[in-house]
C-alpha cells in the first residue's frame, strides 16, 4: 500500500506562487499532480518519473520536481491564475509510464485546497 500525503495548499493572489509537496512512497513509480475544482471533473496537472509531463493550461507556469532520497515530489506553480483554484492531489502509478489521465493511477493523497483571488 502506498500512502500520500499533500500539504503546502493555500490562499494566494493571482500572480502569486505556491509550492506543493507530496511525501509518500514514490520510488519507482509515476506520480501525478491532479486538481479538482467543484462542480468540475478532476483534471490532470503534471506528471513525471524522470522527466515531466503537464497539461496545455499550465505548462511554462508550474514545474514537477521529485526527491527520490526524501521520497517527496513537488509541484512549483507560479503566476497562479483565479481559474488554478481547486483541490490538488498527488497521485501515484505503480509503472515509470507517465499520464495525466486519473484513471492510470492508483494511489491517491486526500488533496490540499489552493485558492487563488483575482
Known amino acids: 500500500q502506498v500512502q500520500l500525503v499533500e500539504s503546502g495548499g493555500g490562499s494566494v493572489q493571482a500572480g502569486g506562487s505556491l509550492r506543493l509537496s507530496c511525501a509518500g512512497s514514490?520510488?519507482?513509480?509515476?506520480i501525478g499532480w491532479f486538481r479538482q475544482a467543484p462542480g468540475k471533473e478532476r483534471e490532470g496537472v503534471a506528471a513525471?518519473?524522470?522527466?515531466?509531463v503537464y497539461a496545455d493550461s499550465v505548462k511554462g507556469r508550474f514545474t514537477i520536481s521529485r526527491d527520490n532520497a526524501k521520497n517527496m515530489v513537488y509541484l512549483q506553480m507560479s503566476s497562479l491564475k483565479p481559474e488554478d483554484t481547486a483541490t490538488y492531489y498527488c497521485?501515484?502509478?505503480?509503472?515509470?509510464?507517465?499520464?495525466?489521465?486519473?484513471?492510470?493511477?492508483?494511489?491517491w493523497g486526500q488533496g490540499t485546497q489552493v485558492t487563488v483571488s483575482s
Open positions: 513525471m518519473y524522470v522527466s515531466g
Open positions: 514514490s520510488s519507482g513509480k509515476c
Open positions: 497521485a501515484a502509478r505503480i509503472t515509470r509510464w507517465c499520464s495525466l489521465s486519473d484513471e492510470d493511477f492508483n494511489y
